[in-house]
């Protein structure tokens, strides 16, 4: 991942980069993007949610600016948030934050990343791996792999094998 030259955060936070970037003590931090599976699992995971938005008291939101610290911004792939206006700029502690990773990414960079949400008062975290089809989340103290991705204390969850076989059924017809 490509950083730039030290920038004010008030720089950051009054430009628009296209693709986003993020904002890391002082630097611009290019994310890898994600090919299909990343993309189609973001998808998913935003009709799912979109879909108990009423039911779980959530909104739903892709790579929105999410002030993680005085001089962190990140852009998670999937962020829950309560009900309610919203700033620009997501600087509370969101109900769920999710990465999923990209090919060039790695496990110890994002649960590093994830720690960042955790910080900051994030409810859950979770990390999706779509090439080895695996998927963790933070439950109290440690990370752990799961079958069925759980928020703490609410009833927000998904189970894995949906989104695998979500993928699996679109490979399928594609010739």
């Known amino acids: 991942m490509a950083t730039s030259p030290h920038l004010s955060i008030a720089e950051y936070l009054n430009t628009d980069y296209d693709p986003d970037l993020e904002y890391v003590d002082g630097h611009l931090v290019e994310r890898n993007v994600g090919k299909w599976e990343h993309a189609r699992l973001q998808a998913l995971l935003t009709i799912w949610f979109g879909q108990h938005e ?11 600016r999410t002030r993680v610290a005085w001089m962190r911004v990140r ?37 590093k990343k994830c720690d960042e949400y955790i910080a900051m008062g994030a409810k859950g975290v979770w990390i999706i791996n779509p090439l080895n089809r ?35 059924q679109v490979k399928s017809v594609q010739p």
Do not use: C, F
């Open 75 to 111: 852009l998670p792939d999937v962020l829950l948030v309560g009900l309610g206006a919203q700033p620009p700029i997501i600087d509370e502690p969101p109900v769920l934050a999710v990465e999923i990773l990209s090919e060039r990414d790695t496990l110890v960079a994002t649960k």
């Open 134 to 168: 695996t998927a963790w989340h933070w439950h109290g103290s440690q990370w752990t792999e799961a079958s069925r991705l759980e928020v703490p204390q609410t009833p927000i969850y998904v189970e894995v094998q949906y989104l695998w076989d979500r993928l699996d």
């Open 54 to 64: 009423g039911q779980w008291n959530v909104q739903t939101a892709t790579d929105i």
